[in-house]
């Protein structure tokens, strides 16, 4: 993974040294709070209904052993011995002490870390497929491009003061797993007929208030061109984009209110100025990047020795957890390993300093010291050999990390809701854990098959409901929570957004409300059908139907 | 307000007519003109024959005077907010697009905290309330200037970006001039 040299290094020091002459400012009173404000959220130190919360950027969520080591201690520390894995791909505190950040943030740095740009409106960290170079669908390692864009967008003087915060998203395999189409840009790794990588380039996609799927504005864009190109669309938008109105001013509102056509142009156009200019990277510097990211020492292995095909007949419960938490390695003999997060009757995206701890320890075991955080909250070993499998997931078991659920219904994202965050109307994660246990017996999950459940605790749309095969939103219904359902949500490559089934439910009501249609769905599908595509078959009505029915 | 401009505080020789129908300074004085000053009186302010400087709101791209762009002298680009970031990008275009070499000046809400951002776009005057001795907000501003120097943007401003520094090193390193 990259290294930061000399330069990354001054540049987060400095960092540091910057917000903690902020911080004595404000704790000395030179500051009020109203001017610390800005200062802080640039640091990702946001100030929640109980607490302050550092947010801590990770990179197209890959981590190192050493990295995940210093985040426990950092949990243990300075918080209550735990931390959140978001669906961006970072980690969250939720009770540092404001006098303690300064430090935080130097043993962040100490480790190649930062919290620089995690929240203000500017260009947030870029997220990239939790499979990223391990894929065997995939054209190019997305990481490399995204580490060229964190550097790129890392405080970006004229990019710092946007019209609302902005997202991107890499993926360079066929099978989307990134979200790309519901980022502001999404970029997809692509070969065209003469086999040149480059990206199809996607704008204005996003959840929120005003949900939508984005718009290829390019089919390919060679790839020498990936900065200028991001340049001329960041700044047309900071010249165009709303600031009358928050909640029209990310990008796909510009793109929408303008159209696509005309957005492409004025992009096109801006590009034109500037594409042969010194914005994009000399081809001896992204070759750097790229050496950071080449393949760890794969051995020659056999797919399926004999051993690994053993313990799966003899051994049922680490078939199951194998049949849902591994995913196919593009070396033979090797596998991708999900660790879900999201144990029965948790909090969704959770790990105690411990578990961090035991997972870092067996990422330097088992998979090159390497670990990913994907945006549905779980966690990642990108290269575990198949004879390894059962002593590894016999140790994540010891550490109740070996949940056979990865996108079952209990995989579900919840935002942090009204427990912690100061926007809520509801809370997230008593629903996210009161379904986990209604649906606690494997068995059961296993039959009803994939389905992605999540959870926003309001419309600004951190659990990504929108997007869910079930979706669920708290509102506010005369200062009660109440919970409104959305169905046929996908975030993947054939990216939809769910359909309100009907008149939201009382908190009481929402566990029935889930069951009543995944039993709809049982009832309905034909052979092999996953829940989407029966909900694609039959539409909302059957749900309707037997939820609302008989009243 | 003070001004702030080549690291020195300087006495303001300008004066601001925003309103179409204000009167003009006497002719020998320097007047920075809105936009809309600038478009209804053209004639007679080129006619004036001294220093004349346009002012921008946030709203108004210097795309619309890119051919008159020899009549100024100084730009005031506004900053009605200091979230509001669309100054940051018409500096740049005034500087690298146009060839822009007269003076850039931020007005408006320009805080410390954003100064740094603002010379990389191209800024070379601030705005800055003028509050204690003019010594302390200057030691002020060279602080808030010098907190990062690591930078991996091309920008108009004289910073070399990180990757050339990296490119740099290399070659000195290949060619033995490592020190
Ligand atoms: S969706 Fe709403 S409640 Fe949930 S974390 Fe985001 S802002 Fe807070």
Redesign the interface.
């Known amino acids: 993974m990259y290294r930061y ?1 000399e ?2 290094q ?2 987060v020091d ?2 540091v ?2 917000f903690r ?2 911080v004595a400012r404000r704790l000395s009173g030179e500051l009020t709070e109203d001017e610390f404000k ?2 802080r959220l640039m640091n990702g130190l946001y100030l929640q209904l109980h607490a302050y919360m550092l947010r801590v950027a990770i990179p197209y969520g890959t981590l190192s052993s050493r990295q995940l080591h210093q985040l426990a201690h950092i949990a243990r520390r300075y918080d209550r011995g735990f931390a959140h894995f978001t669906t961006r791909q970072n980690i969250q505190y939720n009770w540092p002490r404001l006098e303690d950040t300064p430090d935080i943030l130097a043993e962040l740095a100490s480790v190649e870390m930062h919290a620089i740009q995690t929240s203000g ?1 500017c260009i947030r960290n870029t997220t990239a497929d939790q499979y990223a170079g391990v894929a065997a669908d995939e054209v190019e390692d997305p990481r490399i491009h995204a580490e060229v864009i964190r ?2 967008s ?9 019209p609302r915060k902005f997202k991107i998203a890499v993926t360079g395999a066929q099978h989307d797993r990134a979200a790309i189409r519901v980022h502001d840009i999404g970029l997809v790794i692509r070969r065209d007929a003469n086999a040149n990588v480059g990206f199809e380039v996607v704008v204005g996609g996003g959840l929120g208030r005003t949900p939508m799927v984005g718009k290829t504005i390019r089919e390919f864009l060679p790839k020498q061109y990936l900065l200028s190109y991001l340049e001329a669309i960041l ?1 047309v938008y ?2 165009l984009g709303r ?1 009358d109105n928050k909640y029209k001013a990310r990008v796909k509102i510009l793109v929408h209110e303008t159209g696509v056509e005309e957005f492409t142009e004025m992009v096109e156009t801006e590009w034109r ?1 500037i594409r042969d ?3 994009d ?2 081809a ?2 992204v070759a ?1 990047i790229r050496a950071y990211f080449a393949a760890p020492d794969y051995q020659t292995l056999s797919a399926a020795p004999p051993e690994y095909t053993a313990k799966l007949a003899a051994d049922p419960t680490f078939a199951d957890w194998v049949r849902t938490n591994i995913a196919a390695h593009k070396v033979p003999g090797y596998a991708i390993v999900n660790i879900s997060l999201k144990p029965i009757g948790g909090i969704p995206g959770d790990a105690t300093a411990d578990q961090m701890d035991a997972i870092a320890d067996l990422a330097a075991l088992y998979s090159d010291r390497e670990i990913r955080v994907t945006h549905e909250q779980n966690l990642v070993l990108p290269y575990v050999r198949q004879t390894d499998l059962y002593l590894l997931w016999q140790e994540l078991r010891r550490q109740g990390l070996a949940t056979a659920n990865l996108n079952l219904i209990s995989d579900i994202i919840a935002c942090p809701g009204l427990d912690y965050c100061a926007l809520a109307n509801a809370r997230s994660i008593p629903v996210a854990q009161q379904i986990s246990e209604r649906f606690a017996d494997l068995k059961r999950q296993h039959d009803i098959g994939e389905l992605r459940l999540k959870i926003s605790g309001c419309i600004n749309a951190c659990g990504h409901h929108h997007v869910g095969n079930i979706g669920i939103l708290g509102v506010d219904r005369r200062g009660e929570e109440y919970y409104q359902i959305t169905l046929g949500g996908t975030p993947d490559e054939q990216a939809a957004i769910g359909t309100i089934v009907g008149p939201a439910f009382a908190s009481d009501q929402v566990v029935d409300a889930v069951e009543t249609i995944v039993d709809t769905y049982v009832g309905q599908r034909q052979d092999g059908e996953l829940f989407i595509d029966t909900y694609r078959r039959i539409g909302n009505a059957p749900f309707k139907e037997s939820l609302y029915g008989n009243h | 307000m003070a001004i702030i401009k080549h690291s020195q505080v300087v006495e303001d020789p300008w004066t601001t007519v925003t309103a179409v129908d204000d009167p003009l300074p006497s002719n020998d004085q320097p007047v920075i003109v809105s936009l809309a000053r600038w478009q209804a009186d053209r004639a007679a302010l080129i006619a004036r024959r001294s220093p004349l400087g346009l002012r921008l709101s946030s709203a108004e ?1 210097p795309a619309v005077v890119a051919d008159d762009l020899a009549y100024f002298e100084l730009f005031a680009l506004e900053f009605p907010a ?5 100054a ?3 500096a ?1 275009l005034l500087r ?2 146009y060839g822009y070499s007269g003076e850039i000046r931020a007005v408006g809400h320009v805080l410390r ?2 100064l ?3 010379r ?2 191209g800024f070379d005057a601030f705005e800055v309330p003028r509050s204690g001795d003019a010594a302390a907000a200057l030691a002020q501003f060279q602080a808030a200037l010098s ?9 108009p401003d004289a910073q070399t ?3 050339a ?3 740099h090193m ?1 070659e000195a390193f290949l060619n033995g001039t490592a020190g």
């Open positions: 040299d330069f990354d001054r540049l400095q960092r040294a910057q002459d902020q800005p200062l409106n550097q790129w890392t405080l970006h003087p004229e990019f710092s003061f946007l700044r900071n010249q600031r100025h200019g010194a914005i990277l000399p001896e510097e750097r | 791209s200091f979230t509001d970031g669309r940051y990008s018409h740049r690298e697009r905290d954003q740094i951002f603002m990389r776009c907190e990062i120097d690591v930078w991996y943007q091309t920008a970006p990180v990757f520094r990296r490119q290399s």
